[in-house]
């Protein structure tokens, strides 16, 4: 098909695979951590942003409360926010596609569709990204959440650093300088650390401390070193 031409289509649909495939860690993480199958599957569903689920069913998982789980998971998907209003003003869908949108606004479908230079390159890959992610997020989820015990422990083999380690290798090609890659080296380090020993969904806030930490009290612009103009292959994760 033309469409499948089109190196954004491409590039998000690789994207969508690589990302969505670790939505079998989150159902096993889920279903050991207290929740059941259905409501494991109803947090990627209706939540949808991987962090603030691994976030969520952490807090769980470590004897929280309901209340402090959401919070965490609020605090790691304000970003989401964020995103939503750059990509409205870049994008600028109309009617039912603004819910639609707003739902599969996430990392990997922001950072595929600011990669493009090419309005309708941009489009395309923000649709492909986030419609993809979201079916096999949804679909690896329940594999996940089904196969539960039957595949061990899944804390014991630091699932939770993989989503971390997925938007990594996505980000990576972007980065230009030295100061942003030291933030991602460092968030990257502390995450494998610490892994071991908090509860799964903790890492995720760790990372995201020392980045903020970084940014307060670093030199330089935040956007320093991001490349604007990445060719739609150089975003996608290897």
């Known amino acids: 098909m033309k469409f499948w031409r089109s190196p954004a289509a491409r590039t998000g649909a690789s994207v969508a695979i690589a990302t969505g495939l670790y939505g079998v860690s989150f159902g096993a993480l889920g279903v050991t951590s207290g929740l059941d199958v259905w409501q494991t599957m109803a947090l990627s569903l209706l939540l949808f942003s991987g962090g603030s689920q691994f976030a969520f069913i952490g807090v769980l998982a470590g004897g929280g409360s309901g209340g402090a789980a959401l919070g965490s998971a609020a605090l790691l998907g304000i970003r989401n926010a964020v995103y939503g209003m750059q990509l409205n003003a870049l994008l600028r869908p109309r009617g039912w596609l603004r819910l639609g949108a707003a739902h599969v606004t996430i990392d990997e479908s922001m950072a595929t569709a600011s990669a493009q ?96 930490v970084w940014g307060l009290f670093g030199v330089g612009r935040a956007d320093e070193g991001l490349e604007p103009d990445v060719e739609p292959h150089e975003a996608s994760p290897s």
């Open 117 to 212: 230079t090419d309005p309708a390159e941009q489009k395309r890959a923000f649709w492909v990204t986030g419609i993809g992610i979201f079916l096999l997020w949804n679909v690896f989820t329940a594999l996940g959440a089904l196969l539960g015990n039957a595949i061990g422990d899944p804390k014991a083999w630091g699932l939770d650093g993989a989503a971390v380690a997925a938007f990594l290798a996505l980000l990576w090609p972007r980065l230009k300088s030295r100061e942003p890659e030291a933030i991602a080296v460092a968030c990257a380090v502390v995450t494998v650390i610490v892994v071991p020993f908090v509860p799964p969904g903790i890492p995720v806030l760790v990372a995201a401390v020392v980045a903020a």
